[in-house]
């Protein structure tokens, strides 16, 4: 079976405060992207010996240790199988980036094993959310609201999709160390300006309420990060933000045209 997993980016991320179990409550716009996307190759053996086996081009923890893994696991359990599962991942999305590869992966093979061996009533979402908070989101990755975690879920498949260039960094951020150093500021943008903006294609207005709380510290630690997006402004962007936990940027553009000669141009 051959399945490809999506990344994201997220256009807006507020942290809203810290649970008695140490996760931070957040609410957050997800935007699924179809590039970059990893490709993954699984094939199963109903042998009832329960052997999993992750593999990948890039340099990944393997078998139980990668996320895919964990996922296959899960799934499974929540069956009530013992399938032996093999996985090989070719990643195109970067590691430790801020837009979703390893969740990506873990919800693709969620779905992958539910459609060899029949969906759970709940299609899946608990087996997703006991692996990684992002992970619900890629079951059905269209743009959503995500509450709670990121797992409450408030799916917007009608969302116009915004003319965004993302832009990768020669270095990656790790989740933990994003969530361990946020610098809470007075920001209160709220999340409502930016989707009426966003619904009604004015983007130089939705520029002004993109916002991620996690990404503060990031800027003041990686001075490449606003380098870039100075780069990025003179390019014609209306508004650059890094995506969840970074530290991969994204720009708004005003449309298609602008955003694809801002990309040959950074290509260069």
Not at 13 to 37: M, Q, S, W
Not at 86 to 91: A, E, G, M
């Amino acid at each position: 079976m051959f399945r490809r997993a999506p990344s994201k980016i997220n256009l807006y991320l507020r942290v809203c405060g810290k649970l008695p179990n140490g996760y931070h409550e957040i609410e957050t716009l997800f935007l699924p992207l179809n590039d970059p996307a990893d490709e993954l190759e699984i094939s199963f053996r109903d042998d009832e010996r329960g052997e999993i086996t992750v593999d990948s081009d890039a340099a990944l923890p393997t078998g139980r240790d990668n996320l895919c893994g964990k996922a296959a696991e899960a799934v499974c359990a929540a069956l009530g199988i013992r399938s032996s599962i093999t996985v090989f991942i070719r990643k195109h999305t970067p590691v430790a980036a801020g837009m979703g590869g390893g969740s990506s992966d873990a919800a693709a093979i969620i779905n992958a094993v539910q459609r060899q061996y029949g969906f759970l009533p709940d299609r899946g979402a608990s087996a997703a959310l006991s692996c990684g908070a992002d992970v619900p989101f890629f079951l059905n990755p269209v743009p959503a609201i995500g509450r709670g975690l990121g797992d409450q879920l408030e799916p917007l498949p009608e969302l116009p999709p915004p003319p965004i260039l993302t832009v990768p960094m020669p270095f990656p951020v790790s989740t933990p160390w994003s969530y361990g150093h946020i610098v809470h500021t007075d920001d209160t943008r709220p999340l409502e300006p930016l989707l009426s903006a966003l619904q009604d294609r004015d983007y130089e207005r939705a520029a002004q309420f993109l916002r991620n709380d996690l990404a503060v510290a990031a800027w003041k630690k990686f001075p490449l990060l606003g380098m870039t997006a100075e780069k990025l402004k003179s390019l014609g962007a209306l508004g650059v933000q890094i995506t969840g936990s970074g530290p991969t940027l994204f720009a708004l553009f005003a449309d298609t045209a602008s955003r694809d000669r801002a990309a040959a141009l950074m290509r260069g």
